[in-house]
């Protein structure tokens, strides 16, 4: 069975960082490509950063650019997000996400953790 | 970026009804276009996707149409455990995804 646990959610304040983690297993981790997305309470969902399968690609939501950071241990099965100079309009729920397509350019997220709510307040 | 709006924003129908629901695009995405469902709490389930196809083990009241820039989401008739949030997603951008705003689906 597919699992996606994150993570490392919390309280921070403005300014602050925050290392979300995403554990994978029930599938060839390092098969696959990854992606955070997130959602502010009460809003609609958001794409912030994707990792390739080797973790050599990287992209990023113009909103997180600069800010965040996405990286993925293969070994370990996990993906990360590092998150600095967190503002108040970062607070949401974050879900990592499986990405399936590559071989079809037809690209979907298939599988999504129960996300972690990350909260930016003083 | 390729924006996404759904319509209606909110529906109400009850258990039966047929549903449809319509998403936009701002320019031609083809049939890169996928549909999930969010219960309250939970994290978004996939339903559909490239338009048309229908993920395995989502029941087949669900269905998608439509390619370039119109597209819609059918429920040929609503269960109790449909009431939700609907979500399209181009992937035409990928990796830049963009999702519409939602329509939430309540019961009548």
């Known amino acids: 069975e597919v699992q996606l646990v994150e993570s490392g959610g919390g309280l921070v304040q403005p300014g602050g960082s925050l290392r979300l983690s995403c554990a994978a297993s029930?599938?060839?981790?390092?098969?696959?490509?990854m992606n955070w997305v997130r959602q502010a309470p009460g809003k609609g969902l958001e794409w912030v950063s994707y990792i390739s399968s080797s973790g050599s690609t990287i992209y990023y939501a113009d909103s997180v650019k600069g800010r965040f950071t996405i990286s993925r241990d293969n070994a370990k099965n996990s993906l990360y997000l590092q998150m600095n100079s967190l503002r108040a309009e970062d607070t949401a729920v974050y879900y990592c996400?499986?990405?399936?397509?590559?071989?079809?350019?037809?690209?979907?997220?298939?599988?999504w953790g129960q996300g972690t709510l990350v909260t930016v307040s003083s | 970026d390729i924006q996404m709006t759904q319509s209606p924003s909110s529906l109400s129908a009850s258990v039966g009804d047929r549903v449809t629901i319509t998403c936009r695009a701002s320019q031609s995405i083809s049939s890169y276009l996928n549909w999930y469902q969010q219960k309250p709490g939970k994290a978004p389930k996939l339903l559909i996707y490239a338009a048309s196809s229908l993920q395995s083990g989502v029941p087949s009241r669900f269905s998608g149409s439509g390619s370039g820039t119109d597209f819609t989401l059918t429920i040929s008739s609503l269960q109790p455990e449909d009431f939700a949030t609907y979500y399209c997603q181009q992937s035409y951008s990928t990796p830049s995804i963009t999702f519409g705003q939602g329509t939430r689906l309540e019961i009548k």
């Open positions: 996400a499986r990405e399936v397509g590559a071989t079809t350019a037809q690209y979907y997220f298939d599988y």
């Open positions: 029930g599938f060839t981790f390092s098969s696959y490509e």
